[in-house]
């Protein structure tokens, strides 16, 4: 089993603020989700990444794939409270999906 | 889109009861399911994989005797938490994948609470 870290574990900001989610392992991934979990719901698929390098935008928020497929980020430019929840990557590992220990992002107004 | 049904959404049982927690994929077939377990602050745990007509498959250090996961049509997999006790009490979610997306789509999720 891969070990996979999320960072920062949490993070609060003001409304307005940009910020930078970053998930990394030591294993190579042939494909990672980022998905976003608001209290008492189950998670939403925000994107999925597969190539190295790869760069994914949704509206404010642009992910990254690392060239090697070891790791990732999520950036989400000018924060709105609606964008607080935890954030989680989770790599495809034989045809499962592990989540990582997540970012729980509160963004103040 | 693919949509999980989870239900109930919230549950309080005795402590030595049983609860069952239904997971069905209301408009795909889904030959396999995942069920998870969230403390709170905590992200998800991988339970078991849960697959159509077969056994299911537990992730190490989960009791197979205590999650009873049946999935018996390709529209619906249950997790009963036998003998149930206060540390039991956790956010059980489900989810499925769809044919020929790379996505998994994930149910509301079941508070469980036993006191």
């Known amino acids: 089993t891969q070990l996979l870290k999320q960072s920062p574990q949490f993070l609060s900001i003001q409304e307005g603020e940009n910020l930078t989610v970053y998930c990394n392992s030591s294993s190579v991934f042939s494909s990672l989700q980022w998905y976003r979990q608001e209290p008492g719901e189950g998670p939403v698929l925000l994107v999925t990444v597969v190539t190295g390098g790869e760069v994914k935008k949704l509206k404010r928020l642009t992910f990254q794939f690392g060239d090697a497929r070891k790791d990732s980020s999520l950036h989400i430019t000018a924060a709105q409270p609606g964008d607080t929840g935890l954030y989680l990557c989770?790599?495809?590992?034989?045809?499962?999906?592990?989540f990582g220990p997540g970012t729980s992002l509160s963004v103040i107004p | 889109g693919a949509v999980v049904s989870q239900h109930p959404s919230w549950v309080i049982c005795k402590s030595g009861t049983s609860v069952k927690i239904e997971c069905r994929s209301l408009?795909?077939?889904?030959?396999?399911m995942f069920w998870y377990r969230q403390f709170p602050k905590q992200s998800l745990m991988l339970m078991a994989t849960s697959n159509e007509g077969s056994k299911a498959t537990y992730e190490q250090g989960v009791e197979k005797d205590k999650f009873l996961i049946n999935h018996a049509s390709l529209t619906l997999s249950t997790l009963t938490v036998t003998s149930a006790h206060p540390e039991d009490s956790s956010f059980y979610i489900c989810?499925?994948?769809?044919?020929?997306?790379?996505?998994?789509?994930f149910g509301s999720g079941t508070r469980l609470t036993v006191v």
């Open positions: 408009d795909f077939q889904a030959t396999t």
């Open positions: 989810s499925a994948r769809v044919q020929g997306h790379y996505g998994y789509t």
């Open positions: 989770a790599p495809r590992q034989d045809d499962k999906v592990i």
